[in-house]
């Protein structure tokens, strides 16, 4: 039977007029479809809220049932595909959410576990694609906006369902179409809490998006391995 992979990913929110995980996510989907044809890749786009996050994502989980759960999400002013290892119990950002909920210092489950580590393979995935020159790192803060919550609830929801799978997330840097000045201005804001670097605004790095794509793919393959 085909396994599945869902792959979820976020749109704008303050800051970020154009979230380059919505292209992205659409890149790997394709391009696993030529790498991977027994693999069924489900795509969805959650929203950019904590309470809408959570209900978007075990609505997901339910409905796809899948095999391995990889989230993605943009953290600007990094330089290099993060494999985050580590999720907080803990919302706490100085930008709202697209709800217009601004949190400090509040649970994501109260009485829930403090944290939780990746379950995709992230020492094996980092090794192999570092060893072939990609542009990756090991990352021990998803930050505390939106998306360390939603890694955190990948792995509480999918074990509350009963879903034993590897579930993660990976944090892209600011993209450009291939070709194009890779410090262009984006109007992108880079924030500390959403996984960001505060450098300096006006050069953001950007990766070119078919490396990202082929950098996601090839995590979503090791977590996804050819059954033997
Ligand atoms: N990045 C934000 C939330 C949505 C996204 O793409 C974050 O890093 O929390």
């Known amino acids: ?39 069924r890749v489900v ?16 609505a997901a989980l339910q409905e796809v049932r899948p095999d391995a759960l ?34 400090c210092d509040e649970p994501i489950a109260q009485g829930g576990r403090e944290a939780y580590f990746s379950s995709l393979p992230v020492r094996a995935s980092f090794e192999r694609l570092r060893a072939a020159g990609e542009p990756v790192e090991i990352s021990y803060t998803a930050g505390t906006y ?19 799978i590897p579930a993660g997330f990976v944090h892209v840097p600011a993209t450009c179409a291939d070709g194009e000045d890779a410090t262009e201005d984006t109007g992108m804001t880079a924030h ?24 996601i793919a090839e995590i979503a393959s090791d977590t996804l391995p050819v059954a033997e």
Do not use: W
Request: hydrophobic share 40%; proline share 6%; net charge neutral.
């Open 1 to 39: 039977m085909a396994r599945t992979l869902l792959l979820t990913f976020f749109g704008p929110f303050p800051g970020v007029p154009v979230n380059p995980t919505v292209a992205l996510a659409a890149g790997v989907q394709r391009l696993l479809a030529q790498m991977r044809p027994g693999l």
């Open 43 to 58: 795509a969805r786009e959650l929203p950019v809220s904590y309470n809408g996050s959570s209900a978007a994502l075990r």
């Open 70 to 103: 990889i989230s993605l999400g943009v953290a600007v002013g990094r330089d290099a595909v993060s494999l985050e290892q580590v999720a907080i119990n803990l919302d706490c950002a100085g930008i709202e959410d697209n709800d217009g909920d601004r949190r």
């Open 146 to 164: 939106v998306c360390n919550h939603v890694f955190y609830e990948g792995q509480r929801i999918s074990r509350e369902l009963g879903l034993r």
């Open 192 to 215: 500390r809490d959403a996984g960001g670097v505060v450098r300096d605004e006006r050069s953001v790095p950007h990766l070119p998006e078919s490396t990202v794509v082929r950098i």
